[in-house]
Nanobody, 125 residues
């Protein structure tokens, strides 16, 4: 089992920004997928964004396009999510996840093998 640990959650007012980070305790170089997911209170888990570790192709949920940016640092085995213009609807527990192998990376939870414990993001109006 690969350990992942998220950092950077917190509380912010609507329109503010937060940057989430996820430390992956293994080498993420090669053909893997990394992604962010979130679960709002009373709602299903939602894929937010994904990135291919090889080639860095990114995919975003429509709800966050233009506001969130996913990125990675291969040297430090770290995944990031820059979240701008936050809205109350962005409130939830945010999880990072790793899928080992593959190049067709999408934020589809069923395809990911390893998960972090989550970090809470709260956006107030």
């Amino acid at each position: 089992q690969v350990q992942l640990r998220e950092y950077g959650g917190g509380s912010v007012q609507s329109g503010g920004s937060l940057r989430l980070s996820c430390r992956v305790y293994r080498d993420i170089g090669g053909m893997n997928c990394l992604a962010w997911f979130r679960r709002a209170p009373g709602k299903e888990r939602e894929g937010v964004a994904s990135i291919a570790t090889f080639g860095e192709e990114t995919v975003y949920a429509d709800s966050v396009k233009g506001r969130f940016t996913i990125s990675q640092n291969i040297l430090s085995n770290t995944l990031h999510l820059q979240m701008n213009t936050l809205e109350p609807e962005d409130t939830g527990m945010y999880y990072c996840a790793l899928r080992t192998g593959g190049t067709q990376c999408r934020p589809d939870a069923s395809t990911y093998d390893h998960w972090g414990q989550g970090t809470q993001v709260t956006v107030s109006s």
